[in-house]
């Protein structure tokens, strides 16, 4: 299951909707361990385009060291989809390298109904898990 | 001569869990061939017949050796040399 505050679920979709048509892309940080999502990182989507994201590598050697001196780690790896649904393609799944994270896609191909749904992917296998906004 | 290098979550498999080991070499290419002769395998998940894998990230310091030598990038004692798997996907 996915706990997420709710200020960091409207962030998530604020940046999908302002990306769109291209794919956006970031990470929650939270304590080590904890699986409590706590800060929003947006990543830059070094490929721009609307069909594939990448972090930028700079940026994303700096992140992670950033998590590791405060002893956090990417509790949520999220991207958005623009013009598909909001599940993990046969991309994602391939490229999916952190096990302990939740995977959330966000479907912008609604101009007026976002989607948001998260995943555990884990060796390949994708397993959807219930999401609880916080207020 | 020891050169540090972090190992990423998913390739701890290769290091009996170990985040972090230690290797020798005067390249990363030297480096990662002496990694491979303590944790077979480790090797071919970083390296392809074109040279550096496309999705794997490796960092002499703070610095992508994409835009360093690649596996040519010469390493020396003190270096930390760290391995992050890229963060990407798609809609398809």
């Not at chain 1, 794919?23 to 989507?45: H, K, Q, Y």
């Not at chain 2, 001569?1 to 990423?8: D, G, L, N, Q, Y």
């Not at chain 2, 074109?50 to 010469?74: I, K, Q, S, W």
Request: aromatic share 8%; hydrophobic share 35%.
């Amino acid at each position: 299951m996915l706990a997420i505050p709710r200020d960091l679920h409207d962030k998530i979709v604020a940046h999908a909707r302002a990306d769109h048509p291209d794919e956006a892309c970031g990470v929650l940080a939270g304590p080590a361990g904890s699986d409590r999502p706590e800060r929003f990182i947006p990543m830059t989507n070094a490929a721009r385009s609307p069909t594939f994201y990448e972090f930028d590598s700079t940026e994303q050697f700096r992140v992670w060291r950033e998590m590791d001196d405060h002893d956090e780690e990417p509790v949520v790896i999220y991207h958005s989809h623009t013009a598909t649904e909001a599940y993990p393609s046969r991309t994602d799944v391939s490229y999916a390298n952190e096990p302990g994270a939740h995977y959330v896609l966000v479907s912008t191909r609604d101009p007026d109904q976002a989607e948001f749904r998260s995943f555990r992917i884990i060796e390949g296998q994708v397993t959807e898990e219930p999401v609880t906004v916080v207020e | 001569m020891a050169i540090e290098v972090r190992i990423p979550t998913i390739l701890r498999t290769y290091t009996d869990g170990a985040k972090q080991v230690e290797g020798a070499g005067s390249t990363l290419g030297e480096l990662l061939v002496d990694l491979d002769a303590k944790h077979s395998g480790l090797r071919d998940r970083l390296v392809d017949d074109g040279g550096l894998r496309r999705f794997v990230n490796v960092y002499l310091n703070d610095e992508d050796v994409r835009f360093l030598a690649g596996l040519d990038t010469p390493v020396k004692d003190g270096d930390t040399v760290t391995v992050l798997p890229a963060v990407a996907g798609g809609a398809v």
